[in-house]
């Protein structure tokens, strides 16, 4: 009778949320035809010279872009659900910490999303291609035009690269069963996720960098947040166990989603709307309008969800959850219609015609150069500042955490942490950032200063120590917090292999060469999210050499100072001979690009360039000095710890041979290293004096002369 009831509870469940995903898909598509008519998007629009795709190429597009923003958001979700928000088993004693039953089955049900993915991506893609080409889907699918633009197209490569990433995830999910192979399907779908908005309409923008990245954010923070709660609303409603686990993890990391899709989507409007009169007078405006009252509305949810319904279910109420959620996802589907009518909705155009530089890079071509417009110049790279404000408010809640519990943290490290994010701002939202497009020279000192001046105070920081001291233990006993993760990262073999200080040194100086002297450099030069990704990449490879030069954090392998500070001296003239080929080039870097951007008040490209290799060459002595003087200071401390060190375990050893003494015991010599050592030598000393002993031959009074081959180490 219980197995009857159980299947019957089973199937109840698993009815309730077809249902809910049946409301939440007609929603969802309900507000995106709505969408689309008002805002004109499916109207055929009469171009001369440009041929019409046909009205299901209209309809197609948006209809397969939202089931592929559906199908992201439930994977995102499953995998989520497997490897976050539900707590692991085991992990006790030797035990390795493994999945849980219902972790499996969310990993499976990911499989099954992503292969829904693939196949909307996939749709998405004709319709896409048809789109462009202006030639009906049919023409498209049995021509050759498909094979052929796909890689011409900015969105037929992103999109192609999504269906290659969620074939993947389809593939992999059915046969994951580690904590650490589904955060790696989590990190796959968490990829798959950008390509598409980095190449949408946002790129070509004005003031594309901060839309781009606005978007990426937007979609990044919206996915699990969509797809968690689609998640948490099928784990009460099949009834399973730890919903009181899932939903507290869940409504913490709602709250910070939230956060992030509200700036995201207020700089995105800003970005295309910089008129508010025209949130009303467009169809444009009108859409984004609608948009952020559905935001809103999701908003008053979540406060309800925090408020009352997470303590429900900690009470064992688990009906005062799935109830609300219901309507809940309905409203998120809704608005993901009413963001894909959006985005096939043309935003005002400019009140003035761009030049072909600013359509490259954004903003209009800066004046002649001076230090002072390079310090008042101001430029918002919202990548950066988000990085900065994230970096800088974790590192500060983990020093208040640790205040709060009467520990101490070193004053000095968190100057260092807050001065090496002080140079990030200094140099990507000033001047610096708005003149390093344009011109090598200055890019070339905001490298320098991301990859050998900022890393040396950020490890100076010490934030793995700080998160290690600060983060919680999990609270479920073998599960794994963020803490536990920290740690299994820092015991990783991926972790050994790039902390190895070979490793470290090459990719710290071998991708300066490989970027400059290939085509990458332009590549990343025209494209925001490459120059993102360069910019970065410097950033983490810097920080990775230095720390395994002065880094305070856990490391797998630590060099003895001798051999840091010989690192040191071996590495840094790399970095002059890469300034000195910069000085001595005959023909410029990314020549397509400069030609391009390039202001017609600077000296010849090819001497700028010249001058960014200067800059390189005599850059290097001052991380240097910077690393001596941190070296001397960290081996001078090192050596005074360990004195104490001995000094401590010579006490101890002192008072357990006196208490032994008072109880007539024999002392225990190697209870103490110096105890120990000084055994040691006094054997040694034993073993001398006896062979100074003058030996008897047969018992009588010798002359003390060893006998042959005796004594005195001879063959006789």
């Known amino acids: 009778m219980a197995t009857k009831d159980t299947g019957t509870a089973a199937d109840t469940g698993t ?3 077809l249902r809910v995903g049946v409301v939440a898909l007609a929603a969802g598509l309900a507000v995106l035809v709505a969408g689309l008519v008002l805002g004109g998007a499916v109207a055929e629009k009469v171009v001369p010279g440009l041929a019409d795709a046909g009205a299901l190429t209209r309809w197609g597009l948006p209809v397969s872009r939202l089931a592929m923003n559906l199908g992201a958001a439930l994977t995102v979700g499953a995998l989520l659900a497997a490897a976050a928000l539900l707590p692991l088993e085991g992990g006790k004693g030797k035990e390795a910490p493994r999945l849980s039953r219902d972790a499996l089955d969310y990993l499976r049900a990911a499989s099954w999303a992503a292969t829904a993915w693939a196949a909307a991506a996939a749709a998405t893609l004709v319709f896409t291609v048809a789109d462009v080409l202006g030639q009906p889907v049919g023409e498209i699918l049995t021509g050759s035009e498909l094979s052929n633009y796909v890689g011409q197209l900015p969105q037929g490569t992103a999109l192609m690269l999504v269906v290659l990433l969620a074939v993947v995830v389809a593939l992999l999910g059915r046969t994951t069963t580690t904590p650490a192979a589904a955060f790696g399907l989590l990190a796959v779908a968490g990829i798959a ?31 699990p947040w969509v797809g968690g709660l689609a998640m948490l609303a099928a784990h009460g409603l099949t009834r399973r166990a730890r919903l009181d686990v899932m939903a507290d993890r869940f409504s913490r990391m709602a ?49 309800w969800h925090r408020g009352r319904t997470v303590p429900a279910v900690a009470d064992g109420r688990p009906w005062a959850l799935t109830r609300l959620a219901g309507v809940e996802i309905a409203v998120m589907a809704a608005t993901m219609g009413l963001a894909v009518a959006l985005a096939r909705t043309a935003p005002p155009a400019p009140a003035t015609d761009e030049t072909p530089a600013e359509v490259l890079l954004g903003f209009p071509v800066p004046p002649p150069i001076t230090v002072g417009r390079l310090a008042t110049l101001w430029t918002f790279d919202l990548f950066f500042a988000a990085l900065v404000v994230v970096l800088g408010g974790l590192y500060l809640a983990g020093v208040v955490r640790l205040r709060r519990r009467g520990d101490s943290w070193p004053v000095m490290r968190t100057v260092a942490w807050l001065f ?26 905001e490298h320098m200063v991301l990859s050998m001046l900022t890393p040396i105070f950020l490890v100076a920081g010490a ?8 983060l919680r233990p999990a609270r479920v006993r073998g599960d794994r917090g963020p803490r536990e993760w920290l740690t299994a990262l820092l015991h990783s073999r991926y972790t050994a292999v790039v902390a190895h200080p070979g490793v470290a040194t090459v990719i710290f100086v071998a991708s300066t ?44 392998r630590r060099l003895p100072y001798p051999g840091r500070i010989l690192l040191l001296f071996v590495t840094m003239p790399f970095h002059a001979f890469f300034g000195l080929a910069l000085m001595n080039l005959g023909e410029p870097l990314a020549r397509g ?80 290293e110096l105890a120990a050592y000084n055994a040691r030598l006094a054997k040694l000393a034993e073993r001398d004096q006896q062979a100074r002993t003058p030996r008897r031959a047969g018992g009588g009074g010798g002359s003390g002369i060893p006998r042959a081959g005796e004594g005195d180490g001879s063959t006789g």
């Open 15 to 17: 009815a309730a949320v």
């Open 193 to 223: 996720l950008l390509p598409p908005p980095l190449t949408g309409h946002s790129s070509s923008a004005a003031n594309h960098s901060v839309a781009v990245t606005g978007v990426a954010l937007h979609v990044a923070a919206a996915a």
């Open 255 to 303: 709250l910070w989603c939230y956060v992030a899709v509200g700036v995201s989507g207020l700089v995105n409007v800003i970005a295309r709307l910089p008129d508010p009169a025209e949130l009303v007078g467009t169809d444009y405006g009108r859409l984004a309008l609608g948009k952020i009252i559905a935001f809103a509305a999701l908003g008053w949810f979540g406060w």
């Open 420 to 445: 090496g994010l002080l140079t990030i701002v200094a140099v990507t939202q000033t001047g610096v950032a708005r003149y390093a497009p344009v011109m090598f020279s200055v890019h070339m000192a």
């Open 463 to 470: 934030p793995v120590t700080l998160a290690l001291r600060a």
């Open 513 to 556: 060469f490989v970027l400059y002297f290939t085509p990458l450099f332009q590549a990343a030069m025209r494209n925001h999210l490459g120059h993102i990704a360069m910019t970065v990449h410097f950033l983490v490879a810097g920080s990775l050499f230095f720390w395994v030069l002065i880094g305070v954090d856990p490391a797998p």
């Open 593 to 672: 690009w400069y030609n391009a951007v390039y202001p017609s008040w600077a000296t010849s490209l090819l001497k700028d360039q010249h001058t960014g290799g200067a800059i390189a060459w005599g850059f290097g002595e001052i991380p240097t000095f910077i690393v001596l003087v941190f070296l001397a200071f960290q081996w001078f401390f090192a050596d005074q710890r360990q004195a104490r060190r001995l000094d401590r375990k010579a006490d101890r050893a002192a008072e357990r041979t006196a208490e032994r003494a008072a109880r007539g015991e024999t002392a225990a010599a190697e209870d103490d």
